[in-house]
T-cell receptor, first 117, second 113 residues
Framework: DQQVKQNSPSLSVQEGRISILNCDYTNSMFDYFLWYKKYPAEGPTFLISISSIKDKNEDGRFTVFLNKSAKHLSLHIVPSQPGDSAVYFCAASAQGAGGTSYGKLTFGQGTILTVHP | DAEITQSPRHKITETGRQVTLACHQTWNHNNMFWYRQDLGHGLRLIHYSYGVQDTNKGEVSDGYSVSRSNTEDLPLTLESAASSQTSVYFC????????????FGPGTRLLVL
């Protein structure tokens, strides 16, 4: 059972336009969400995160939106640049008992973003 | 600079052989994780450790084992390699519970013939 789903395997956008990557989750215990970017032959690198107590977090060109009622989050990249072309993974974690996070992440399948010059 | 390294970067082995993939981090992180990446599945958790002498099974642990004898290293062993274990393997680490951001190594591409 895939608890974190990225239903779009790929996305193609023009340089300068907005890229929107989507992620859905089913586990209502998830309360912390992250986006990772991965280039070929490299490990994933952390991009941005959001706690469930927020509905938006912004870092430069990257904004993550969380809709808890819909169990949906999205990553907006504005403006998109050719260097943003990579695989983007959504990930989620749940706090353990007593408020202590156990640090385990559940990842989605990934979305390949291609930004054309 | 602190970092996390994996070796070898590429490995070809035969079915039935024992294989060990190394992971070494200098972040002094307590948490360490092993994932495999396969097309259509994203990253799936194999084993993880919250500290020395602690190991736990993840989502896809069958056929794999880990041991944690110090903070810096978490080697992953394939007891008897199978073709289904052909994959790209990533090691990651994070700080003590409460900090979910994981930092990943560059990966090991394993081919089992």
């Amino acid at each position: 059972d895939q608890q974190v789903k990225q239903n779009s395997p790929s996305l193609s956008v023009q340089e300068g336009r907005i890229s929107i990557l989507n992620c859905d989750y089913t586990n209502s215990m998830f309360d912390y969400f992250l986006w990772y970017k991965k280039y070929p032959a490299e490990g994933p690198t952390f991009l941005i995160s959001i706690s469930s107590i927020k509905d938006k977090n912004e870092d430069g060109r990257f904004t993550v939106f969380l809709n808890k009622s819909a169990k949906h989050l999205s990553l907006h990249i504005v403006p998109s640049q050719p260097g943003d072309s990579a695989v983007y993974f959504c990930a989620a974690s749940a706090q353990g008992a007593g408020g202590t996070s156990y640090g385990k992440l559940t990842f989605g399948q990934g979305t390949i973003l291609t930004v054309h010059p | 600079d602190a970092e996390i390294t994996q070796s070898p970067r590429h490995k070809i082995t035969e079915t039935g052989r024992q294989v060990t993939l190394a992971c070494h981090q200098t972040w002094n992180h307590n948490n360490m994780f092993w994932y495999r990446q396969d097309l259509g599945h994203g990253l799936r958790l194999i084993h993880y450790s919250y500290g020395v002498q602690d190991t736990n099974k993840g989502e896809v642990s069958d056929g794999y084992s880990v041991s944690r004898s110090n903070t810096e290293d978490l080697p992953l062993t394939l007891e008897s390699a199978a073709s289904s274990q052909t994959s790209v393997y990533f090691c990651a680490s994070s700080e003590a519970p409460g900090r979910e951001t994981q930092y990943f190594g560059p990966g090991t591409r394993l081919l089992v013939l």
